[in-house]
RNA sequence: UCCUCGGUAGCUCAAUUGGCAGAGCGCUCGGCUGUUAACCGAACGGUUGGAGGUUCGAGUCCUCCCCGGGGAGCCA
């Protein structure tokens, strides 16, 4: 017989085989002479049943293992419906490769969140958090097979940075031998600059924010997929969007069924959200809408956390807010030639009230618009000289759009906060671990 | 920054009107041959976030500070 270590997820295609396994303790129950040792090594976890007549001395050893011991087992993979996978391993054998020094601080039971993020560290190999995390490296990978699929250019943009791209967000300051830089807070001014080399291009990368926001929804570091079309304009945006939000849903459901069943998402409900078209609102008619329901907001007020649940469980599925009004958004979007108090943008928010997932527009391509807008905005030509040349040489139609990536995994997770979606979240009073 | 709730055993929480500091879980020990957060029994475990004050007496009341949860604003 041939004996192979494979990973616990393969398991079940091993039934009456013998192999090896390398993980770790997760739980042990036992009961007198019979011991179920939980095995997990991050693709899963499956139970080992080991009983004392048979391996006195085996038995004894794995009756003194305690949690988060690591460990390379041996045993028989068989079927049985008392097992919590469906099926089992009857050890043969194990060798222990690190015995933990203290009782593992994490239990299965309850804990606070302010202790669980204390513990971000252990807590990540427990319970919900490998499910999540799984989902998580199959959102990025959704991202990047849909942008490849659509001839899209993989590219970057500086973390680093001498220019602010929103003026009124606030930025981490770094010393940069002696000037100040700021770390990016959006990709895309730069992201601009190279759809007109590259024609379409998208980014996934890390954005900083140094807003002091405590909410569900906010990280002071999170990861943007970001992207930017050269002739490209407002409606075909949109329509692209849509598409994207719809095939990440979709790649997920299909690839992580196991881990969406494991957080108890209501998948076919995830899947209905997503069905194709996304309900595109004007934002006079949003506010109107909410007027109308009771809701205390006027014409130029941005949407509240309420407001955005609101319009969330109203349409049952993602909404684009669009033509949003020119002093709600930054400088660089263009005005609408119907209506010169609406910028061409649009604000896609996620049903369950998960907030803003998409914010997007059609950018100014004029130098005369982006020359006034600045002044509107107060801000200085100066360091966005580089930026204007943009528009200077050759300027086209062209639009783009940030997913927020916490936020698109919270909602696909069903789980109430975003620190939860990412390894190490960065938090306002949270910097360790 | 603002609003709000909280800080008691390693963890999650009790503690009546201001009157002996408690339980469950975990760890340790004992029992149990199908456990599913196993169960049963025992033992261990405390500077009640910090400083000051009121009082015969403070976990409990007062003042200030520190830390955390939830929310708002801002944004993705």
Not at 174 to 187: I, R, T, W
Not at 205 to 228: C, D, I, N, Y
Not at 245 to 258: F, S, T
Request: with cysteine.
């Amino acid at each position: 017989m041939t004996m192979r270590t494979i990973t616990i997820d393969k398991a079940p295609l091993s039934v009456g085989e013998e192999i090896t396994l390398r993980g770790w303790l997760y739980s042990k129950r036992s009961s007198g002479k019979i011991i179920f040792l939980q095995l997990r090594d991050g693709t899963g976890v499956i139970q080992g049943v080991l009983t004392e007549p048979d391996a006195p001395k085996l038995f004894a050893a794995a009756d003194r293992l305690t949690r988060e011991t690591s460990l390379i087992v041996t045993g028989t993979v068989r079927e049985d419906r008392r097992a919590p996978s469906g099926c089992e391993l009857q050890l043969i054998d194990f060798t222990v490769v690190h015995e933990p020094t203290a009782p593992f601080p994490i239990d299965l039971t309850e804990h606070t969140p302010g202790f669980l993020m204390d513990h971000r560290h252990l807590w990540m190999r427990t319970g919900r958090q490998v499910p999540i995390l799984r989902i998580r490296d199959a959102v990025f990978r959704a991202v990047r097979s849909f942008f490849y699929e659509h001839g899209f250019v993989a590219t970057e943009a500086p973390i680093l940075t001498g220019t602010s791209v929103e003026g009124t967000t606030t930025l981490f300051t770094v010393d940069y031998f002696g000037e100040d830089a700021y770390l990016g807070q959006s990709g895309q001014l730069y992201l601009e600059a190279t759809a007109m080399a590259l024609g379409k291009v998208y980014w996934i990368g890390p954005v900083f924010r140094a807003e002091k926001s405590k909410t569900r929804k906010h990280l002071t570091e999170f990861w943007m997929a970001e992207a930017e079309m050269a002739y490209c304009d407002h409606t075909e945006n949109l329509h692209l969007q849509e598409k994207l939000v719809a095939y990440i849903v979709e790649a997920v459901v299909q690839e992580r069924r196991e881990e969406l069943a494991l957080l108890k998402r209501d998948v076919d409900r995830l899947v209905e959200e997503v069905s194709l078209p996304f309900p595109r609102v004007d934002y006079a008619a949003a506010i109107e809408l909410l007027q109308n329901n009771g809701h205390e907001i006027s014409f130029g007020d941005d949407f509240g956390a309420p407001h955005e649940a609101f319009l969330g469980d109203h349409f049952g599925k993602p909404v684009f807010i669009e033509r949003l009004p020119t002093s709600m958004k930054p400088f660089y979007m263009k005005r609408d030639p119907a209506d010169p108090a609406r910028v061409l943008a649009a604000d896609l928010i996620a049903p369950e009230g998960y907030g803003e997932l998409i914010g997007g527009s059609q950018r100014a391509d004029s130098l005369e618009e982006l020359h006034s807008q600045l002044a509107e905005n107060h801000l200085s030509p100066e360091p966005y000289e580089w930026y204007l040349d943009l528009r200077r040489y050759g300027s086209v139609p062209h639009s783009g759009f940030g997913l927020g990536v916490a936020r698109m995994i919270a909602w696909i997770c069903g789980v109430p906060h975003i620190r939860e979606t990412i390894p190490f979240a960065r938090q306002i009073n949270r910097l360790y671990p």
